[in-house]
């Protein structure tokens, strides 16, 4: 094309002429899909919704869609090592989505951006939006696609809080805190609360694992502990009350009770084990040897005390007493009263020999009848029986 001199507003109308030919070709126009600077990659809390912003153009072109535009839409889910999911889809004027997913504007629009409500941890990944323009449903205008990432975050789960050790004066403790659940990993932050305020840093914190270590205790160190679980979806709290006492642990105390026990146990024991060893001794002792045999004693003497076979001791006296008994008293002298003392004398044990004793024994010695001993003040004594072991019955 060759440009003649003459006014500059003459040499403007070949451009206009070009512009004016590309809006009334609609065959050459070119969709562009797109999204908002810097919010390819987007960030919610669980719980809540969230808009991911997409449109298209067509070059050339008025924004509005126009009668006789029809749009395909379609919005895919990509997540690693999971399949590809629909997440929603629009065309000719049928829309099918999941759950909580709907277009935020209603067709036929240009705007297709897409709104999840109730977010899930689940609901993260890539999110792929792809638009197909046609034009009486033959002719197509164009195709693009583009995709927005989502990370929903999980604020951390109310946490646990434990005292381990025993909370006595000069003893070490650790409390602990950890919540269940977070995204991202929750830190942790310790405090006391008034009257005695004071916040914990490291390295008697730990802020990943949530433990916070507290030595050599005092009883000024009492009070209530809490534990903040925080990220950048929120925070929980939980609490813990440390009461440090001057008194022995339970454990000591249980040590103790314990170990009077057993002292207990074995005294008893040993007083048994004494019983038994006596009662031993003891036994052997009073056991009869019933085959022993007797040891063989002299004979009476002479004047010595007689047994009768029933084993009873007649009298008692002396042998002149007995010779002086045995004469007749001559006429006309008097015959003196025999004086006759009486005791007791120890019963002799009486050996078992072989001779007969079924023979009676004289229970009057020196013939002297019982009549007459019991005149001369004589007096019948009890003698035990004796055994055939030799023993007194």
């Not at 004027?93 to 409500?117: E, H, K, Q």
């Not at 022993?292 to 002299?298: F, G, N, V, W, Y």
């Not at 007096?379 to 072991?389: F, L, W």
């Amino acid at each position: 094309m060759v440009f003649l001199p003459g006014p500059p507003e003459a040499n403007l109308l070949p451009f206009l002429f070009l512009g004016l030919s590309a809006l009334a070709t609609p065959s050459r126009a070119q969709l562009q899909l797109q999204v908002p600077a810097g919010l390819s990659r987007l960030q919610a809390v669980e719980g809540a919704q969230v808009v991911l912003p997409a449109w298209y153009t067509l070059k050339g072109e008025l924004p509005l869609a126009q009668p006789g535009e029809v749009p395909l839409v379609i919005w895919f889910l990509e997540q690693e090592g999971k399949d590809l999911k629909q997440v929603l889809a629009y065309n000719n004027g049928v829309l099918s989505s999941i759950p909580r997913a709907s277009l935020v504007y209603s067709m036929p629009s240009r705007n297709v951006s897409l709104r999840l409500l109730d977010l899930q941890e689940e609901d993260s990944g890539s999110y792929r939006c792809s638009v197909n323009v046609y034009e009486g449903q033959l002719l197509s205008r164009g195709h693009s696609s583009t995709s927005l990432e989502l990370n929903v975050l999980v604020p951390p789960a109310p946490p646990s809080c434990h005292l381990l050790g025993l909370p006595r004066v000069g003893s070490n403790v650790t409390l602990s805190c950890q919540s269940p659940r977070s995204k991202p990993a929750a830190q942790y932050q310790w405090e006391r609360l008034p009257p005695s305020s004071q916040v914990f840093f490291a390295p008697i914190l730990d802020v990943i694992r949530g433990s916070l270590s507290l030595t050599n205790l005092s009883v000024s160190m009492s009070g209530v502990y809490v534990c903040t679980a925080h990220n950048k979806a929120g925070s929980a709290q939980c609490n813990v009350t440390l009461e440090v006492s001057t008194g022995p642990g339970p454990v000591v105390v249980a040590g103790a009770v314990v170990g009077t026990l057993v002292g207990l146990g074995l005294l008893v024991g040993l007083f048994l084990l004494y019983q038994r060893w006596s009662k031993a001794l003891e036994e052997p002792a009073n056991d009869i040897k019933e085959d022993a045999i007797a040891p063989r004693t002299l004979p009476w003497p002479k004047g010595s005390d007689t047994i009768s076979k029933n084993g009873t001791l007649s009298s008692v006296t002396s042998a002149r007493a007995l010779r002086r008994s045995q004469g007749l008293p001559r006429p006309g002298t008097l015959t003196p009263t025999p004086n006759l003392y009486t005791q007791a004398l120890p019963s002799p044990r009486l050996p078992r020999t072989d001779e007969d004793h079924s023979q009676p024994i004289a229970s009057n010695p020196g013939g002297v009848s019982s009549s007459a001993l019991s005149r001369m003040g004589a007096v019948p004594i009890m003698m035990p029986a004796q055994s055939q072991t030799g023993s007194l019955v």
